[in-house]
């Protein structure tokens, strides 16, 4: 079974501070990414990788960073948090000749 | 512009009716459309459609692409509390890129 991890699956952090989550999956996959996904509006796509640090502007890549030091590994980082970054975050991956993403379960992040 | 468009947003039923989702796109050489179900945590995957007119059924659920229309629907019979989630569509296009639609959250009353 694939399984993808999140750090987290819920997080509060005020506004300002450093906020890593993390990612973690375990099928080898070349491709990870990262999404939030608010009421409305689906999932958004924030970033994504194709291998070991590479990394892809998504939709909506501002205030938000990305780190993949290892293939296993994606990192989302928001520099400086702002309330308008509370929202779900999913994490995925997938085979790049694959058709399906795999998803974690979500890093619920509340930035007061 | 590239957009994946689902409606309704938001569907209220009761156990036993019959539901058509709707999932329309516009995108750049597409390549695929994808649905999930999503509960309360992660998306789980339902099915992919790459040809038109080929229904992919799996219990109560079944699906069927137009890609003349550009567009794909989502039925589910006999509908059950279960199945009270968030819908969700994503289409590939080009090399490598997925966009998803805003998902249609389904509440089957009982």
């Known amino acids: 079974d694939v399984k993808v991890t999140q750090s987290s699956r819920y997080l509060v952090k005020r506004t300002g501070e450093k906020v890593f989550l993390e990612c973690v999956q375990d099928?080898?996959?070349?491709?990870m990414f990262w999404y939030r996904q608010d009421p409305g509006l689906g999932l958004r796509l924030i970033y994504f990788?194709?291998?070991?640090?590479?990394?892809e502007k998504g939709d909506i890549p501002e205030g938000y960073s990305v780190s993949r030091e290892k293939k296993e590994r994606f990192s989302l980082i928001l520099e400086s948090a702002s309330t308008n970054q509370t929202s779900m975050y999913l994490c995925a991956s997938r085979w790049t000749a694959g058709y399906e993403q795999y998803f974690g379960p979500g890093t619920r992040l509340t930035v007061t | 512009e590239d957009k994946v468009v689902q409606s309704p947003l938001s569907l209220v039923v009761h156990e036993g009716d019959t539901v058509t989702l709707n999932c329309s796109y516009e995108v750049t050489n597409f390549r695929s459309l994808l649905w999930y179900k999503q509960e309360k945590k992660a998306p789980t995957f339902l099915f992919m459609l790459?040809?038109?007119?080929i229904e992919k059924k799996s219990g109560r659920l079944s699906s069927i692409l137009d890609k003349k229309e550009l567009f794909s629907i989502l039925n589910i019979t006999a509908t059950q509390t279960g199945d009270s989630a968030i819908y969700l569509c994503a289409v590939r296009f080009n090399n490598n890129d997925m966009r998803f639609g805003a998902g249609t959250r389904l509440t089957v009353k009982p």
């Open positions: 099928m080898d996959h070349e491709n």
């Open positions: 990788s194709y291998d070991v640090k590479m990394k």
């Open positions: 790459t040809s038109s007119g």
